[in-house]
């Protein structure tokens, strides 16, 4: 199985201030197709998972553009531009190129 | 509107089968490219992929799971039942079924989850 490793697992980040996780793959994301199925969700306190970012870049309808997907190949990065007291919650990578999918360990997001 | 619900015993005992219906809307199995899969999430831990079924009939499961989950679907209920053998405490976790949209488009809605303990 592909494993997804995330860092930081802790990020405490004060009101206002960037805020950025990496997840990096044991194998290249890149699919025949030409595609890289790696998506990014947001697990607010006692909510379910939601997706914010599918396919590295692209932005799921709703999710403020203060969140953004970037990388490539191996090695992917969530960045908040400012972060906000409603982004609490843990992060977590998956990725659907390889089966069978899998998701990084999370990294917890806490305000400073 | 897409929604996906699912429902089953809170309280299972070990050595136990448990089965459990994600029922949904907003959508169907005969749109191409749709998939329902469940997912897991012990309490305080990360999540973990179980098993896909797609509008053809074709299901994957987890590499470690696979010899105790079974998937399959009721197109004309709009429902997925999971059923996993012989539970154990450590499957005690929160089980999700999400989607995969048209094209690949994974995990893009999720029900609210069910938390499921393994006690006796």
Redesign the interface.
């Given at each position: 199985?592909v494993v997804m490793t995330q860092s930081p697992l802790s990020l405490p980040v004060t009101l206002g201030q960037p805020a950025s996780i990496s997840c990096r793959s044991s194998q290249s994301l890149v699919y025949s197709d030409g595609?890289t199925?790696l998506?990014w969700?947001q697990q607010r306190p006692g909510q379910?998972?939601?997706?914010l970012i599918?396919k590295v870049s692209n932005r799921?309808s709703g999710v403020p553009d203060r969140f953004s997907g970037s990388g490539s190949g191996t090695d992917f990065t969530l960045k908040i531009s400012r972060v906000e007291a409603e982004d609490v919650g843990v992060y977590?990578c998956?990725q659907?190129t390889h089966?069978?999918?899998?998701?990084?360990?999370?990294t917890r997001l806490e305000i400073k | 509107q897409v929604t996906l619900r699912e429902s089953g015993p809170a309280l299972v005992k070990p050595t136990q089968t448990l089965t459990l219906t994600c029922t949904f809307s907003g959508f169907s199995f005969t749109t191409s490219g749709i998939c329902v899969n469940w997912i897991r999430q012990p309490p305080g831990k990360a999540l973990e992929w179980l098993a896909r079924i797609d509008r053809d009939d074709d299901k994957s499961y987890s590499t470690s799971l696979k010899t105790r989950l079974t998937i399959s679907k009721d197109t004309s209920k709009n429902q997925v039942v999971l059923t996993m053998t012989n539970m154990d405490p450590v499957d005690t976790a929160t089980y999700y079924c999400a989607r995969d949209g048209y094209n690949l488009n994974y995990f893009d809605y999720w029900g609210q989850g069910t938390l499921v303990t393994v006690s006796s």
């Open positions: 199985d595609n199925y998506n969700f379910s998972p939601r997706r599918y799921d977590y998956m659907g089966w069978p999918d899998t998701f990084g360990q999370g | -």
